[in-house]
Structures are given as structure tokens and as C-alpha cells.
């Protein structure tokens, strides 16, 4: 099981940008997906998550700015992050759970790298 994150990079405040995550070696449309990211020197935190049924959650920072979406037959999850803030600046990472998203990262069985999103003020 596999998963590859990448969409990073250095933006201005108020851009737009997307992340995708890539899984393989499960059968993606039954787990749900996770985003996390962490800041230089503090903890992981949940982003977003969307479950097998479609189901989403957002971490309360960035709701109304983010949007998680899937595609199975790519077998990838989407963050299309939008009014980015210099405080988004993180390494993201995606993690992957049977069936239903939850917010508690050791929930979560299987972690791609990090990418790293800058967001410059």
C-alpha cells in the first residue's frame, strides 16, 4: 500500500492551490482519506477528511477555504485550498483509513510523504 502526496509549493496569501494524493495497492473506493498537516515545530494536525461514502469533515481553520473531493477511478484524493494564509504554511500529508474518516491520526493505518506548501504574506 502506497500513498504519494505532491501539489506543494510556494504561493502568495490568497492563492489558490491543490494537493492530490495518489493510493494504491487497496481498493480505494472502500477507505477514506485523510489530510493532515504540521508546521515547523508543532503538532500533526487534521485538515480535512472524506470518507468511502463521500462523507467530509473539516477541521474548523479551514472550512469555507478548502475542499476535499475524490476521484476512484484515479484512485486519488483532491485539497483544492483557496484564500490561503501565511498560517497554512505546513508540510501536508495524506493518510488512509477503512471505510470512515475520523479526525485522531493513529487511526489512520497507512501515511504518505509529506509535501511542503509556503505561503508567503
Known amino acids: 500500500v502506497q500513498l504519494q502526496a505532491s501539489g506543494g509549493g510556494v504561493v502568495q496569501a490568497g492563492d489558490s492551490l491543490r494537493l492530490s494524493c495518489v493510493v494504491s495497492?487497496?481498493?480505494?473506493?472502500?477507505?477514506?482519506v485523510g489530510w493532515y498537516r504540521q508546521a515547523p515545530g508543532k503538532e500533526r494536525d487534521f485538515v480535512a477528511g472524506?470518507?468511502?461514502?463521500?462523507?467530509?469533515d473539516y477541521a474548523a481553520s479551514v472550512k469555507d477555504r478548502f475542499t476535499i473531493s475524490r476521484d476512484n477511478a484515479q484512485n486519488t484524493v483532491y485539497l483544492q485550498m483557496g484564500s490561503l494564509k501565511a498560517e497554512d504554511t505546513a508540510t501536508y500529508y495524506c493518510?488512509?483509513?477503512?471505510?470512515?474518516?475520523?479526525?485522531?491520526?493513529?487511526?489512520?493505518?497507512?501515511w504518505g510523504q509529506g509535501t511542503l506548501v509556503t505561503v508567503s504574506s
Open positions: 493518510a488512509s483509513r477503512y471505510g470512515r474518516t475520523v479526525r485522531v491520526g493513529p487511526l489512520y493505518s497507512v
Open positions: 472524506m470518507s468511502s461514502n463521500d462523507a467530509t
Open positions: 495497492g487497496l481498493d480505494f473506493s472502500t477507505y477514506a
